[in-house]
């Protein structure tokens, strides 16, 4: 009987000590802490500004909807953070945390007359571990596309499970 008891403690340890990938929230848990996320105004001087602020709105109502993220104010967030870079070393990850921002998205926007070119970033401000790295294209019109699929990924890169911005 104990060694029974004995081989079933050490299989459920050795299962337990696989973990796959770094997930950020249990959807299935009781209660969770909601993230905060940071989405500065986007890069890039080609699509007007117009558009850029209706994306970053309809991607902060995305995220908010997703249940699982709190987006910081952008009231919150000073003009030397929102004027970094996107990439890794050009980012002051202390400052972020300060302002008590878990997740940063980062992002390129383009437009040109095959559509519209978005690169975007996520962080994490913790360990300034870049979480993704993506292209999202589409035409001009599918701006709303582009920021559903984005605002999709990033739930999907925190939770582990799909988001709901592109289902009908």
């Not at 980062?106 to 292209?135: E, I, P, R, V, W």
């Amino acid at each position: 009987m104990k060694f029974s008891v004995l081989a079933l403690t050490v299989c459920l340890f050795f299962a337990a000590s696989q973990a796959e990938a770094r997930v950020y929230l249990d959807v299935f848990g009781q209660s969770y802490k909601k993230i905060t996320i940071a989405t500065p105004p986007f890069k890039g001087d080609t699509a007007p500004a117009t558009t850029q602020s209706a994306m970053k709105q309809l991607l902060d109502k995305g995220l908010d909807l997703s249940g699982f993220l709190i987006v910081a104010p952008s009231s919150v967030i000073d003009a030397e953070l929102r004027s970094e870079g996107l990439e890794r070393k050009d980012i002051r990850f202390e400052g972020w945390r300060s302002l008590g921002i878990d997740l940063i998205c980062k992002g390129n926007l383009q437009q040109n007359a095959d559509g519209l070119s978005l690169d975007a970033f996520l962080y994490d401000s913790s360990d300034g571990m870049l979480l993704f790295a993506k292209k999202y294209k589409g035409g001009q019109d599918e701006w709303r596309k582009i920021i559903n699929r984005l605002a999709d990924d990033i739930v999907l890169a925190i939770t582990g499970e799909k988001g709901i911005m592109n289902s009908k």
